[in-house]
């Protein structure tokens, strides 16, 4: 092998070459997330995207130790390492987190994810939410919001998509008592590094979400992940915030509201919406859905106190 | 020699002593009856600083063995306990253990599976790890659970090993029962089992992917290698056994372990604790003048097929006690020991017998109900039924089964 080639990506955390699909936002998040780990960090991954483009033996880009064992225990494997770090003694020195897609994190690993949470395990998981099972084809996950056409949630003449809202995990993640919850977005990278150093730097259980549109399973062009990902926050669908034990509630502020149909109409997953007679009170429901974010998450009044990058 | 303490001490508690000198970094685990004792001593240790474990209580046995799946993999040593659906719920990661080559010992407490929901023991579910790729240990007394658990670990983590071993041990019948065990010192266990030199685990100084995804390309190679692992295991279960003879004095068989075979015109074949009921019956049957003995497969992963054959040698006909069933063939320990005899030098007729099912008594009637059996199929030349069911109460079976 060309040791140029080796020198020139030694020093990366998680270089190019993986396999992920054109303008995947989860693979832009795990950039983000290990400039903000550094090297001393053990990753663990349930099955998902994010394992499978990345770990194809004998092929790797991960440049820090990373473990993959099931699709449904992430968490508990990182308690595992987290314990055998303390008896190592390095518990000080080297951090913990997961990195998991929503359907290892909202629905299969959830009850691993309760017992982390609960038992107080020193571990960061950040799940990357591309709202359906992406990898396996584009299955409806509880994480799936509300009127989104998947394979396993199809409109049709008689269904419009998914009738449920999405499930609220950091709300969960929160009710365990854990010192740090924040939701994050690809499309504000600056915000998402911080909010991972944030987390890193408080002892315990942390939750965060990172919002990561999918350009095959959302149906749009590779070219726009960054902008439909800032237009999801900017409709008010995926708020923006921290909560930790110093600070209540930090939000990211939105002065000026995109309405949802701007964010929608842009994704083959919510195209049924618009194309049949008679969906508007869908539309509605939807828009009522970023409303009482507004509203919960108090996104609409002025001098917000968080970085605005 | 090492001269260890004799005490009366219930089964859990033996095992729990084992566990404690083996000095685990991760003792992870969920409760389930029978394997309760064992995880609750361990626990009071930790509490009263005399186990230096982090313990940690897992959600659910799923979780528990996931836990300790990140332990392992992170460089240090790892145990759990349990039983029955427990142990099924720990299944995929069982597989993964095996194929990871992360060596986690566990404690199998043996129980019946649901449905019908029962607590007493037999061996379907630790015996549904007959492919997952780990070693299983089964044992007849308390003593032999005290001693293979101080074996397991050296056997798990041998570098030419380094597989996942289960300890089976028939709940209640050996884990609740209070027997005379031999417990040994602190420094005479630590000269036999030296701390956890892992090959590989997880560190930034070193970075390394655990748990790839493979295709057509790498699988068969994979499969090979931890196939080959298994093999390896069999030298090494009898060495071990030999070494902790040396060192303790006890010696409970290492792969098989047989009785009264020499000239044995019928042979019994069996594990765990019914053992020590067919030693006594076999004594009681020769006294009467029947050729009868006794092979005890004490390692059913890797299955010990080069001993068998030379064990039975000229015996007519080898009668398997099986207490888990495949169900549409026949027991899974007749069937592998019907591989096993294939080709043996003389071959034997093999009848697989469904004996002991949810703690179903086995006593002296069983085993001369038995032995009557194997001399009419040796009189008539052939087994009549590849699973024979004793003791089965036709009479409270619905018609049609009758």
């Known amino acids: ?309 | 020699m090492a001269h260890g303490k004799l005490s009366v001490m219930e089964g859990s508690m033996a095992i729990a002593q084992a566990i404690k000198a083996c000095r685990p970094d991760v003792v992870s685990a969920y409760p389930i009856t029978p394997q309760t004792h064992i995880i609750e001593s361990l626990a009071q240790m930790v509490a009263n600083g005399e186990l230096d474990a982090e313990y940690i209580r897992a959600d659910s046995e799923f979780s528990a063995a996931s836990i300790l799946a990140g332990a392992s993999a992170t460089g240090v040593r790892a145990y759990t306990a349990s039983s029955s659906q427990g142990l099924l719920l720990m299944t995929e990661v069982i597989y993964y253990l095996a194929r990871t080559r992360l060596p986690v010992v566990f404690t199998g407490a043996n129980r019946q599976v649901t449905a019908p929901i029962g607590l007493q023991p037999d061996h379907q579910d630790t015996m549904s790890f007959r492919d997952a790729g780990i070693i299983e240990l089964y044992v007849e007394d308390v003593q032999e659970a005290y001693d293979t658990h101080l074996q397991a670990f050296k056997i798990a983590e041998d570098h030419d090993v380094l597989l996942p071993v289960m300890v089976c041990v028939d709940g209640f019948v050996l884990t609740h029962v209070y027997e005379p065990v031999k417990t040994f010192e602190q420094a005479d266990v630590d000269a036999f089992l030296p701390p956890y030199d892992p090959a590989h685990y997880m560190t930034p100084e070193k970075p390394m992917v655990f748990g790839s995804g493979t295709d057509d390309l790498n699988t068969m190679e994979f499969h090979y290698m931890n196939h080959q692992a298994v093999l390896r295991a069999r030298d090494k279960i009898e060495a071990v056994a030999r070494e902790y003879e040396a060192m303790f004095g006890h010696y409970h068989g290492g792969l098989i372990d047989t009785y009264a075979t020499e000239d044995a015109e019928v042979i019994l074949v069996a594990m765990g604790s019914v053992i020590g009921t067919l030693r006594e019956a076999v004594d009681i049957l020769r006294g009467e003048g029947v050729k009868v003995g006794l092979i005890k497969v004490r390692s059913f992963r890797p299955f010990p097929t080069e001993a068998l054959k030379q064990a039975v040698g000229r015996a007519g006909a080898v009668a398997v006690f099986d207490r888990a069933l495949s169900f549409g063939f026949q027991g899974v320990l007749a069937t592998d020991v019907k591989t096993a005899l294939y080709d043996a030098p003389h071959r034997p007729l093999v009848l697989g017998l469904m004996a002991g099912f949810g703690g179903r008594e086995v006593n002296l009637d069983t085993v001369r109900e038995i032995v009557q059996r194997a001399r009419r199929a040796l009189d008539a030349g052939r087994v009549p039924h590849e699973a024979e069911f004793i003791g089965l109460k036709t009479e409270t079976l619905p018609q049609v089964f009758v």
Request: glycine share 8%; charged share 20%; aromatic share 8%.
């Open chain 1, 1 to 309: 092998m060309d040791e140029s080639i080796i020198s020139k990506y030694d020093e990366m955390l998680f270089t190019p070459g993986h396999r992920a699909c054109p303008g995947c936002g989860a693979s832009i998040a795990v950039r983000a997330i290990l400039e903000a780990t550094g090297p001393d960090v053990i990753v663990v991954s349930p099955t998902g995207c994010v394992e499978t483009f990345t770990a194809q033996y004998p092929y790797s880009p991960w440049g820090v130790p990373w473990l993959h064992v099931l699709f449904e225990n992430a968490a508990a494997v990182a308690s595992g390492v987290e314990a055998a770090l303390k008896k190592r003694g390095l518990a000080d020195k080297v951090k913990v987190i997961v990195i998991g897609g929503d359907g290892g994190t909202h629905d299969i690993g959830l009850g691993a994810l309760s017992g982390m949470m609960e038992r107080g395990h020193n571990v960061t998981y950040i799940c990357y939410d591309n709202e359906a099972y992406m990898n396996t084809g584009v299955q409806r996950s509880s994480a799936t919001p509300m009127g989104a056409s998947t394979m396993t949630s199809p409109a049709g003449t008689l269904a419009w998509g998914k009738e449920q809202p999405k499930k609220n995990l950091p709300a969960i993640a929160l009710a365990h008592g854990i010192p740090y919850v924040a939701t994050a977005s690809i499309a504000f990278p600056k915000d998402l590094t911080r909010k991972v150093k944030q987390a890193l730097a408080i002892k315990g259980p942390k939750y965060i979400e990172v919002h990561s549109p999918c350009p095959i399973g959302w149906g749009f062009d590779a070219a726009q992940t960054i902008e439909i990902a800032r237009l999801a926050v900017q409709t008010g669908l995926v708020p923006l915030y921290e909560v930790s034990e110093d600070q209540p509630l930090q939000v990211r502020k939105l002065p000026k509201r995109v309405p949802v149909v701007e964010y929608l109409r842009l994704q083959r997953r919510f195209r049924h919406l618009f194309e049949a007679e008679g969906r508007q009170a869908y539309l509605n429901l939807i828009q009522a859905i970023a409303d009482e974010n507004v509203i919960r998450y108090k996104l609409g009044e002025q001098n917000s106190e968080i970085d605005q990058n």
